[in-house]
């Protein structure tokens, strides 16, 4: 009985002496920019941890889940804490540039990443031109509807006074057939047909579709109503995402977001007055290119 007892207390001593061992796991070491990391931390006798990239802290949870927007190499480090005493284990992480040229954007609500279409090539280099200069940064979302479209880009609708900016008024549209409006579509704004016959693209708007899930029969009136065909990848992508279809090849669709879904739900979901304006402003405080 004695020989238990100081068996049982050795080993509580040990437990209590021993120091933190620092252990995660990555599911790779290799990612594609904008890279989402979700780490699994399997630290041993740890009460606190430190989370670093390349130095730099960027969080004191225990299991991490971070954005690398920027491709390069980095160093992912846990550092594991008991007491006074810790321990450390450093990982290397190669993030690739992304294969289309993608735009990060930072809400009042959260991040989101739109990737490109390189077959709009006009509203593509219009809107990288706009992001390198700032013109985004501080625009307000000036127009939200549920199941619809959330709208930003209007110069007037900002958080504080703006820089002069070169930006055009319009810009040809570039209107087609492959590019369809599920949600998360990234598409330019216009003035109506009445006005603009041409759909001349407006120069700094833009809106993201939220739109609505669809059935099959929906997509079937669409098409009766509007005499376009849809393709069957076209149907099983808004069978999926739902969206939009009264818009399509009405308006030129140029990216798609592929990160930060439940942003753009919380942003079309905030209150609006009788104009479609947020009653709290959701602002867009920062975007720029994904290299």
């Avoid at 021993?18 to 699994?40: C, D, K, N, Q, T």
């Avoid at 160093?75 to 006074?84: D, S």
């Avoid at 992480?93 to 040229?101: D, E, T």
Wanted: glycine residues 6%; proline residues 4%.
């Amino acid at each position: 009985m004695k020989q238990l007892l100081y068996l049982f207390l050795c080993t509580l001593v040990l437990a209590q002496c021993s120091g933190p061992v620092a252990l995660f796991e990555l599911s790779s070491s290799e990612y594609e920019a904008p890279a989402v990391l979700e780490i699994v931390n399997h630290s041993k006798n740890a009460e606190s941890y430190q989370w670093y990239i390349d130095d730099q802290p960027v969080s004191e949870v225990m299991h991490l889940k971070h954005t690398i927007l920027e491709s390069g190499n980095y160093h992912l480090q846990l550092k594991a804490i008991k007491g006074n005493k810790s321990s450390k284990k450093i990982q290397k992480i190669s993030i690739r540039a992304p294969k289309h040229c993608s735009v990060y954007m930072l809400t009042s609500k959260g991040e989101m990443v739109f990737e490109l279409n390189e077959n709009t090539p006009i509203h593509l280099q219009n809107f990288i031109d706009l992001v390198d200069q700032g013109y985004y940064n501080g625009i307000m979302f000036h127009r939200v509807i549920d199941g619809f479209v959330i709208q930003a880009g209007d110069d007037m609708a900002r958080s504080s006074k703006a820089k002069n900016f070169k930006t055009d008024a319009e810009i040809p549209h570039e209107i087609n057939t492959k590019d369809i409006h599920v949600r998360g579509a990234l598409a330019a704004a216009r003035m109506p047909d009445n006005v603009n016959p041409e759909r001349a693209s407006s120069g700094t708007q833009f809106y993201v579709v939220d739109g609505r899930d669809l059935e099959l029969d929906d997509l079937k009136r669409f098409e009766a109503s509007k005499l376009v065909n849809y393709s069957r990848e076209q149907i099983e992508t808004y069978l999926e995402k739902g969206g939009a279809p009264q818009l399509d090849e009405q308006y030129t669709v140029f990216g798609y977001l592929v990160y930060g879904k439940e942003v753009l739900d919380s942003i079309s979901k905030v209150e609006t007055d009788d104009k479609d304006k947020p009653v709290d402003p959701v602002e867009i405080i920062e975007m720029k290119i994904i290299n």
